[in-house]
Structures are given as C-alpha cells and as structure tokens.
C-alpha cells in the first residue's frame, strides 16, 4: 500500500491556459474523490468516480473542468482556460467500497495550482 | 444546498486543557466522518460515525453523532502539541458526495 499519489505536486500556470492533474489511487479502491481546497477552508467536493463511472459532479463546477478515470484506475482532472479563481490546492482521495473500513478516505498530499 | 458549520474556527489551549470543536449540519446524514489536518498537510482520516446517539472513544479524543443526526463533536481531552491542526468534519447525506465543514484550527501552547 503505496498511499494515494498526485501529479504534478505544484503546477504555476498562466491565465488562460489548460492544466492537467493526475491522481493514482490506492490499488484496489473503488472509489475516487476529486476536492478543491483554498486556504483556510475545508475541502469542497467537486467529483466522485465508482470504478469508471463519475456518478457525482458538483454543480458549482464550471465547464472549464472536467474528470475522467479511464479504465477504473488512475484518474485525471483538465481546468480549460483557467482563471485566476482557480488557484487552490486540489486534493484527491479513494476509498474502498464496503466492508468495515466503509468509507474512509484516503487523501494524497494533493497538487497546489497558482494560476498567475 | 446541504451546509455544514464548525465551531469554533480558531481554539488556542494550553497544553492539558480540553478542547472541543462542533459541527452542525443543515441537513440529516447518514453518516459524519473527523479528519484531521496537519499545517501544509492533507487531511487524515480519524473516525466514522454512523449511528444516532453513537460515542466512540480513541485515546484521548472522544466523537459524539448527534441523536437527530445533524450535529457532532469532537472532544481532546488533555490537550499535547501533537494534537495542533484542523479539525473537519464531513458529512455524508447518501449523494455520493461528503460536504467538509468548515474547520476549527487548534493551536496548542506548550
């Protein structure tokens, strides 16, 4: 169990331009959590995958940003024509599905965006 | 939408004072999840709490799921400077999707 990793760790963008993040869950779990954090504030959900299937996005997610988790493993979140209102920190989490451990969340250590 | 509150926001404690932080939920849950995180750090997964009235202990910290399933608390008891962090909860209302509260950061001085 290697624990949830992100990539890039940091990512500096200029306005305008597209980013791209990937997470890599925790081998095995089904589930997968996309959440948007800023400073001093919690965590705000922005997508949840079953396997391949994204059953849950935020409506306050704009077009610009999409998810996809091809092939139920690794997952990867695109912000098109990021704005300046984007830079956070974006942390993604899997969970196994069922059993005693329930839904317990495993976070990664998350990619800060800086969009200039 | 489903909301949910901490608070305090900020608690500094000296070191062995208690401590307590509460979330309430605008919205019954199925389940509330603690995590903790630590300065520069990602949240850690504490604890679940999934039974009205339920109280579950681990060492020091103690959890409490509110008898309507809309409120929790957290409580430290004996405050130590490993314990210095955010404390979130996170509610879960059966939509996929766990809303975090809004946080109480403690600040332990030793």
């Known amino acids: 169990d290697t624990g949830v990793s992100q990539d890039p760790r940091h990512k500096i963008t200029k306005r305008g331009q597209n980013v791209t993040f990937r997470c890599d869950p925790i081998?095995?779990?089904?589930?997968l959590y996309w959440y948007r954090q800023t400073l001093g504030q919690g965590p705000e959900f922005l997508t949840y995958f079953q396997n391949e299937a994204q059953l849950e996005k935020s409506r306050l997610l704009s077009d610009r940003f999409s998810a996809e988790r091809p092939k139920g493993s690794f997952s990867t979140l695109e912000i098109q024509r990021t704005e300046q209102g984007d830079s956070a920190m974006y942390l993604c989490?899997?969970?196994?599905?069922?059993?005693?451990?329930?839904?317990?969340?495993?976070f990664g250590p998350g990619t800060r965006l800086t969009v200039l | 939408g489903q909301q949910v509150m901490q608070i305090p926001q900020y608690q500094h404690v000296q070191e062995g004072e208690d401590f307590t932080t509460y979330c309430n939920s605008s919205t019954t849950l199925s389940n509330i999840q603690w995590y903790k995180q630590r300065p520069g750090g990602h949240p850690v997964f504490l604890i679940q709490?999934?039974?009205?009235?339920e109280v579950k202990k681990q060492k020091r910290l103690t959890f409490q799921f509110g008898e309507a399933k809309k409120n929790s608390s957290l409580h430290i008891t004996a405050t130590q400077t490993t314990d210095v962090g955010t404390y979130f909860c996170?509610?879960?209302?059966?939509?996929?999707?766990?809303?975090f509260g809004t946080g109480t950061r403690l600040k332990v001085l030793a």
């Open positions: 989490a899997s969970s196994p599905f069922g059993g005693l451990a329930g839904d317990t969340q495993y």
């Open positions: 709490l999934v039974k009205s009235g």
């Open positions: 081998s095995e779990h089904n589930r």
């Open positions: 996170a509610g879960y209302s059966g939509t996929y999707k766990y809303i």
